[in-house]
């Protein structure tokens, strides 16, 4: 069932767990993620960026998940979330479709324009109901990376904790998204959390939910570590890209030629993908919640 944002993280807030914030693309990824969500009786955050938006249309992602998560989840909460919206006029126009979160990403601005552009998504947001997320300090990479050059010293795009309590209290923001040392793509056994920086944002701010985004390429002991330290929202993108991607390119190759019915090629990367949400969930600790 569709449910406001609030519902389920103050419930993750209470109970010392963290949820899966899963980006999804199509139908097929969706009800994967759904599924997934559904197996493990667990809440979950479907969460869809721009490029998302621009490849599928705004308001028949917005109808897919809310009919989805109201037939396929009758008794699970979903909530449907903006992933990095770099404009206010990203954020307004998923307020009025019905989202009950937006992330309004000025990250890459300077502090002051940063707390500018996010308090004005935050009282439109707040206006109408929503929930609103910022991010402070930045995320390297981008999604289906698999190689990068990483930055040689990590207060260049890190969040720094000195900063967190002033962004808060300007900004009024509901969840705060952090770098700290997680990147957009999978770069396993590279992304290593920096956890005396995160335990300092989690002492500034203990009492807001923060969020992990690009956490594909993290080992679970890092993942459980920042629950620990109040992180409540993970983001994952790239973890279900390659379950269904590297399903489908095996699916193809032992399917006969002649065979044209998409429904039977798809149906094994739909699986993939509710595996590995899974796979999240139980690392997550929001199973059976």
């Known amino acids: 069932?569709?449910?406001?944002?609030?519902?389920?993280?103050?419930?993750?807030?209470?109970?010392?767990?963290?949820?899966?914030a899963f980006n999804t693309s199509n139908l097929e990824v969706t009800l994967g993620i759904i599924r997934g969500a559904v197996a493990k009786g667990s809440p979950a955050i479907i969460q869809v960026s721009e490029s998302t938006i621009k490849y599928a249309g705004l308001k028949m992602i917005a109808n897919m998940v809310q009919t989805l998560a109201?037939?396929?989840?009758?008794?699970?909460?979903?909530?449907?979330?903006?992933?990095?919206?770099?404009?206010?006029?990203?954020?307004?126009?998923?307020?009025?479709?019905?989202?009950?979160s937006v992330h309004i990403d000025a990250s890459d601005l300077p502090f002051e324009e940063n707390v500018a552009l996010t308090k004005q998504a935050v009282d439109y947001a707040h206006r109408y109901g929503v929930w609103a997320q910022a991010e402070l300090g930045a995320m390297i990479g981008k999604e289906g990376m698999t190689t990068l050059e990483i930055p040689k010293d990590p207060d260049s795009f890190m969040t720094d904790p000195s900063k967190v309590k002033e962004f808060i209290k300007r900004t009024g923001v509901d969840t705060l998204a952090i770098s700290v040392g997680t990147m957009h793509g999978y770069f396993k056994g590279k992304e290593k959390i920096d956890f005396p920086r995160l335990e300092k944002i989690n002492k500034e701010i203990p009492k807001v939910p923060l969020v992990l985004h690009g956490a594909s390429g993290l080992i679970n002991n890092d993942v459980s570590g920042a629950i620990k330290l109040g992180v409540r929202i993970i983001n994952i993108d790239t973890d279900l890209r390659i379950a269904f991607t590297e399903t489908l390119r095996q699916t193809l190759k032992q399917t006969p030629k002649g065979f044209y019915d998409p429904r039977k090629i798809l149906s094994p990367s739909i699986e993939a993908v509710a595996k590995r949400v899974e796979e999240e969930i139980e690392v997550f600790g929001s199973y059976k919640k």
């Open 70 to 100: 109201n037939n396929e989840a009758k008794d699970i909460p979903i909530a449907l979330h903006l992933d990095h919206g770099k404009s206010f006029r990203s954020v307004s126009e998923c307020v009025r479709a019905g989202f009950s």
């Open 1 to 20: 069932m569709l449910v406001h944002i609030k519902t389920i993280v103050s419930k993750a807030q209470k109970g010392g767990y963290a949820v899966g």
